[in-house]
């Protein structure tokens, strides 16, 4: 006597469908982009801030001969300017992945 798995195909319910803001009118698509754009140029400009203050941090710090605190301000420095290339290149990126996943 043998066993036997069956295995059950179930389609997927959302194959096809493509997202569309259109739906809910121009004025929520212009709204909702004018919103992100809004708060992603408050992110790079907060990004160039830390990026200022904490390579303003590591110049003190090496003036001071504290390595310690070097090597904290460098780290935060390198962060910040990382951070300040994703969200420059953020637009990019997400085209990217919709690119690649959305086939």
Do not use: C, H
Not at 68 to 97: D, F, N, Q, W
């Amino acid at each position: 006597m043998s066993l036997t798995t069956r295995v059950l195909a179930i389609d997927n319910p959302i194959d096809g469908i493509i997202p569309d803001f259109a739906i809910f009118g121009a004025e929520f698509t212009a709204l909702w982009q004018k919103l992100l754009a809004g708060l992603w140029g408050l992110a790079i400009v907060a990004a160039v801030v830390f990026l200022i203050v904490n390579v303003a941090s590591m110049a003190t710090a090496s003036a001071g001969n504290n390595p310690m605190e070097y090597k904290t301000s460098r780290t935060r420095a390198l962060v910040s300017g990382i951070s300040l290339g994703i969200l420059a290149a953020l637009a990019v990126i997400v085209g990217a992945i919709l690119a690649v996943f959305g086939s």
